[in-house]
């Protein structure tokens, strides 16, 4: 019988540290500071934005001679993100800039 405790308290003592380690790894999720709507707004003032595409409030960012993407999130779902992108990044109007903007409709979303 006392085998059978030494071997339940090292199942058990296995499980903990097994569980331990999961939890360290999902727990470990740091990926460096976030991309702001300010960032965005900044990047594009410089022209290193090339499009942007809009769902809901959430933003995907292109770059200018990178494939990377960033995702923003929009203050509001009433703030015109092509209209601040664009004269943050010197265009005089909408048709002038060199930006390209999409809007995915709600109902594409999933919701």
């Known amino acids: 019988m006392n085998s059978r405790l030494v071997r339940s308290s090292i199942l058990i003592v296995g ?3 097994a569980m331990a380690l ?3 790894y999902l727990m470990d ?3 460096g500071p976030a991309y702001t709507y300010s ?7 410089a022209g290193n934005v090339t499009g942007v595409t809009q769902d809901g409030t959430t933003l995907t960012v292109s770059f200018e001679g990178s494939d990377t993407t960033k995702t ?4 509001s779902d009433q703030v015109n993100v092509f209209a601040e992108v664009c004269a943050a990044s010197g265009a005089t ?8 903007y999409e809007a995915v409709a709600e109902s594409a979303t999933g919701q």
């Open 15 to 17: 499980a903990l540290f």
């Open 22 to 24: 999961l939890w360290t």
């Open 29 to 31: 999720t740091q990926e």
């Open 39 to 45: 960032d965005l707004l900044t990047d594009a003032a």
């Open 72 to 75: 923003a999130i929009v203050p």
């Open 93 to 100: 109007g909408l048709a002038d800039c060199d930006i390209t």
